[in-house]
């Protein structure tokens, strides 16, 4: 029955991979489900994982470990067809694409087995289109006060450097105009008003901290986290590639600290600062919390709220699903000190592009 549980997890994540504009890994996850219900290589690959959470989403565990393997060149087979390679795939090619991805299954039991241990970790930059029109609303509301970015959740820490990007729209355009990391078309039928209003009076931000937590964090500097890092992105995403590299890049350059810790511990050490405005930020982190864990960083959230004042004011963004409609776009949400939470905005899961609510 186990098997059978884990094979059902693959054809779910294979749907989802097919929604999201991903037929390589579509095609590839439907046949790993196969294979895991015959017991060929990827069911010994996944042997002890068969009934794990579905949030420790052990199928993308081992796309990440074989994609690694790829992008390293040790699976120049299967790298032809992998876009983010230099390759190509077509849906006549998932036959040979299959053959080769079982080969190095097969063949790299060992590494993938301890990549299993890896949490999938994108730090997807897209999504800082919705983090920097909330933190650009935040400051708009605080009058332009000096930003200290606080994040959880963070990663690599990659986009606590999100006002150093371009955002780009119809008719909008935030950000170093050379900035290595660019998010074109990043609104639906243009930007909305209060974005503009917003962008127009602070073309450009002091961002004076740059902290966060992760419970494994990443160092965008070493080679390895790095490797993890452009594994997680899907390798016919090659435009979330280009904005991973960008953003590596702009990570070399521009200090941030993130630390190894969960939420709620970390954020008990913050507390807000006279003449700043503090954002505690977080995209797509929040499934992966536990509820009690969750509770106190709710907890945590109301006493910063509570403590902050007009000098030093308080300011939480999200970019979350909707926690009761399975819909395939994430909200923006902002909660200014002990004010009342608004949604500002919608967005495709990887941030690109966003509309108005």
């Known amino acids: 029955m186990s098997r059978e549980q884990a094979a059902a997890a693959i054809e779910r994540q294979a749907r989802a991979c097919a929604a999201m504009d991903a037929g390589l890994y579509a095609d590839l996850l439907t046949r790993a489900a196969a294979d895991v219900r015959a017991g060929g290589p990827c069911a010994t690959v996944i042997t002890g994982y068969e009934d794990a959470p579905a949030d420790d989403v052990v199928s993308l565990r081992l796309l990440g470990g074989v994609h690694a393997l790829v992008l390293s060149g040790r699976a120049p087979e299967l790298a032809r067809f ?3 390679a230099g390759g190509a795939y077509r849906p006549a090619d998932a036959p040979a694409c299959w053959t080769a991805f079982q080969t190095v299954v097969e063949a790299e039991h060992d590494t993938l087995r301890r990549w299993l241990r890896r949490p999938p970790q994108t730090n997807e930059v897209g999504r800082a289109n919705l983090l920097l029109a909330g933190l650009l609303h935040a400051v708009y509301e605080a009058g332009g006060l000096p930003v200290r970015l606080v994040e959880l959740g963070a990663s690599g820490g990659l986009n606590l450097r999100a006002d150093e990007f371009r955002v780009e729209a119809a008719g909008f355009a935030w950000g170093p105009a050379d900035s290595p990391v660019r998010l074109p078309d990043a609104w639906r039928g243009g930007a909305p008003d209060w974005l503009r209003e917003a962008a127009g009076t602070y073309p450009e931000l002091t961002v004076v901290e740059r902290i966060g937590c992760d419970l494994t964090p990443l160092d ?18 090659t435009a979330r590639a280009a904005r991973l590299t960008g953003a590596l890049e702009l990570a070399r350059r521009l200090p941030a600290r993130v630390v190894a810790a969960g939420a709620a511990d970390f954020l008990a050490g913050i507390t807000p600062r006279p003449g700043t405005l503090t954002v505690v930020w977080h995209s797509v982190m929040r499934q992966y919390v536990p509820a009690e864990e969750w509770a106190r960083v709710t907890a945590e959230l109301d006493r910063l709220a509570a403590a902050g004042s007009a000098d030093a004011p308080v300011a939480h963004l999200s970019f979350e ?36 609510t």
Not at 325 to 341: I, K, M, S, W
Request: charged letters at 25%; hydrophobic letters at 35%; glycine letters at 8%.
């Open 220 to 237: 965008p500097g070493d080679p390895d986290d790095a490797l993890a890092l452009r594994a997680y992105v899907w390798p016919q995403h």
């Open 82 to 84: 992998y876009p983010s």
């Open 321 to 356: 699903p909707h926690p009761r409609e399975a819909r395939n776009a994430f909200e923006l949400r902002a909660r200014l000190g002990r004010g009342a939470e608004r949604l500002l905005a919608e967005a495709h899961p990887h941030g690109l592009p966003a509309w108005p």
